[in-house]
């Protein structure tokens, strides 16, 4: 029987099998065509990893640790260059590898954010089928109370998910009443985890931040430690768009306690997952890689480094 991690390693190296091609292919032309180390190669380097949408700060910080180690170690000829980026770019993002960890609080009450569109509503139906499976009683919450379409889409993926139910209330009520409800339903239907869906898009932004500020309130009154997990969600596609959205719900609201990067296997933008943790030192806790339930995993660094330079 196929194991299960091989299984998954391919499924991710094929989810960032686009990103793979442009970064890796745009290292490798250049070390080839290559006979020695000098400082045009460096420069060009820079240019390769700002094209895979590291972002000018980070790729220039890459190679100036770059230029060091091969000063260090006497490296005169290009091919040694490849192992050592791969470990520059493992340690970028090696800190910020740390998984949901719901047992911790029960019930745990994570609330998802995002602009509309990242992919909220398909993370939190591959998160309830997740944590179904495992056998833990999951709640939803439909706050996303902006579209009709939007209840109805939880509903789905909360059938799908095989999960213990959906709190909804109709289209236009406020959120915070939907997340009141789910935490009374929580308590007395001693679930072990709520995860409440919002909007990713309202009148002003001022009112939308205001309506999340609220639903949070409304949890933390009924629960003081909770929410215990603000997920924040990114669309991978975008590009520096996501890190700007990002820098952008950190300042409007604080607290965001973990990304959720989805749609990696649509885009070559994959890169960006360094620019995010460096300018904003928040964890990744998941990386999704395709529209399935199952294509949503947990953030394992290693695990991803491997694919953006290893085929399958
Ligand atoms: N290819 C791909 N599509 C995704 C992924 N995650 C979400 N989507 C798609 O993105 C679209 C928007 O997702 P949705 O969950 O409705 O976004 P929301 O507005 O933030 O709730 C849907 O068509 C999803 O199927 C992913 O990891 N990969
Ligand atoms: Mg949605």
């Known amino acids: 029987m196929e194991s299960k991690s091989t299984g998954w390693f391919q499924r991710l190296c094929q989810g960032l099998s686009k990103t793979h091609t442009t970064f890796m292919g745009g290292i490798e032309r250049l070390l080839r065509g290559r006979a020695g180390v000098d400082e045009e190669l460096f420069e060009e380097l820079e240019e390769v990893l700002i094209l895979a949408d590291l972002g000018y700060q980070t790729a220039h910080e890459v190679v100036e640790r770059l230029r060091e180690a091969a000063r260090r170690q006497k490296i005169n000829e290009p091919g040694p260059l490849r192992s050592l980026l791969r470990s520059e770019l493992l340690e970028i993002v090696k800190p910020f590898q740390s998984p949901l960890e719901i047992s911790a609080h029960s019930p745990f009450i994570m609330m998802v954010l995002g602009v509309n569109g990242v992919g909220k509503t398909t993370t939190i139906g591959k998160l309830a089928a997740r944590y179904s499976r495992q056998g833990k009683k999951v709640l939803l919450a439909a706050g996303d109370t902006f579209r009709a379409a939007a209840i109805e889409q939880l509903e789905i993926w909360g059938q799908r998910a095989g999960c213990s139910g959906v709190i909804k209330h109709r289209s236009g009520s406020d959120p915070s009443a939907v997340v009141y409800d789910s935490i009374q339903a929580a308590r007395s239907r001693h679930m072990d985890l709520v995860i409440i869906d919002t909007a990713g898009r309202l009148h002003t932004k001022d009112h939308l931040v205001a309506e999340l500020q609220k639903m949070k309130r409304v949890i933390s009154k009924e629960l003081p430690e909770a929410p215990h997990e603000i997920l924040l969600v990114l669309d991978a596609t975008t590009g520096q768009n996501a890190l700007q959205q990002a820098k952008q719900f950190n ?4 607290g965001i306690t ?4 989805t749609k990696l296997d649509g885009t070559a933008k994959g890169g960006i997952i360094f620019s995010i943790v460096r300018e904003l030192a ?31």
């Open 282 to 312: 928040i964890p990744i806790r998941l990386i999704g890689v395709g529209e399935g339930i199952e294509d949503l995993r947990d953030f394992e660094a290693e695990e991803f480094i491997a694919a953006l330079f290893e085929t399958a």
């Open 251 to 254: 300042e409007a609201l604080e």
């Open 258 to 261: 973990g990304l959720a990067l």
